[in-house]
């Protein structure tokens, strides 16, 4: 198998990888109680490698395995052919890299970030996202349950995320405005996000742009919800724009607004979501924004009248 079709034949396992990590969760990882900040999504993200080479020896379909690096970097796997050579440090014996991220849908906001550069990310490099939640599973105990999953190329990702970066008025550093004076030529600024207020928002960002002398970043670039936010019409239109022309844009948009609905919500104005209602033959007589939502969010396929905005 070529690149491309290893990466087909990973994605179109991840979610029985999933259900198994369900299964193993229900039977083993029982507890009475189920704590938000218990650290758990950790556990889940190893998990899913471990499920995934379950599926991939019992297939035989496809010569590769998922691998963890041994350090700590950017991404958490690698899909790498098997028994061969495998280089961490230049890509040899790789097919592509996957970064996993969870988010429990209980928690007020994810503390995962995306945060890698474009420049950091090759074609088929993956973002991985669980979301779960603690689901009783009998009468006095619950087990950390996976219930959906987004894959799909970060490239795609990455590019919604920045447009709307640049959309909120967030910069990027580049050779010739280099915050730190660089020389051009040796920069190693050059992509790093900068927020509307000229502050970096990653560790490596320029020196000159730290927050303040305590507080080296505000991590506030690539917040897996807060990234799609839109706070103006250029933002919106962006938004719109990216969804329409960018498929994995539209899946990760999508993937976000299914599984936190005010998200949703709050993204379109009533009157929109009266035309939609219209277009669904839903009555906008009296109704407020919330009620509006709650019908439209209740027909199948809502988000294809939602996409067309």
């Known amino acids: 198998m070529n690149n491309t079709e290893i990466y087909n034949y990973i994605a179109s396992i991840s979610d029985s990888a999933c259900k198994r990590m369900n299964t193993f969760s229900a039977n083993i990882l029982k507890t009475r109680g189920g704590r938000i900040g218990s650290g758990m999504g950790a556990l889940l993200e190893a998990l899913w490698g471990y499920m995934m080479n379950q599926i991939i020896a019992e297939d035989q379909k496809a010569d590769c395995e998922i691998a963890w690096f041994p350090d700590n970097q950017y991404n958490d796997f690698s899909c790498i052919k098997q028994d061969k050579e495998w280089n961490p440090a230049n890509r040899d014996g790789e097919f592509f890299r996957i970064e996993v991220k969870s988010m429990n849908v209980g928690a007020d906001e994810s503390k995962a970030h995306f945060c890698a550069l474009q420049k950091e990310i090759e074609e088929n490099d993956v973002l991985l996202i669980l979301i779960w939640e603690w689901k ?149 007589k009296s109704k407020t924004k919330d009620q509006l939502y709650e019908e439209i969010h209740c027909q199948n396929n809502y988000q294809n009248y939602l996409r067309q905005l």
Do not use: W
């Open 136 to 284: 009783k599973i009998d009468k006095t105990h619950y087990s950390p349950i996976v219930i959906d999953a987004f894959f799909d190329r970060a490239s795609a990702v990455a590019k919604l995320r920045d447009a709307l970066h640049l959309a909120r008025g967030g910069s990027f550093v580049s050779a010739e405005s280099c915050p730190d004076n660089c020389d051009a030529s040796h920069c190693s600024h050059i992509g790093e996000p900068l927020n509307e207020n000229g502050k970096r928002e990653r560790p490596s960002g320029p020196e000159a742009t730290r927050v303040s002398s305590t507080v080296s970043y505000a991590a506030n670039f690539g917040g897996l919800v807060r990234m799609i936010k839109t706070n103006n019409d250029n933002a919106r239109n962006i938004f719109r724009e990216q969804r329409k022309s960018n498929v994995a844009a539209d899946h990760y948009i999508s993937f976000i607004h299914r599984n936190f609905l005010n998200e949703e919500k709050n993204h379109f104005t009533i009157s929109e979501l009266r035309k939609v209602a219209e277009l669904l033959g839903i009555s906008t």
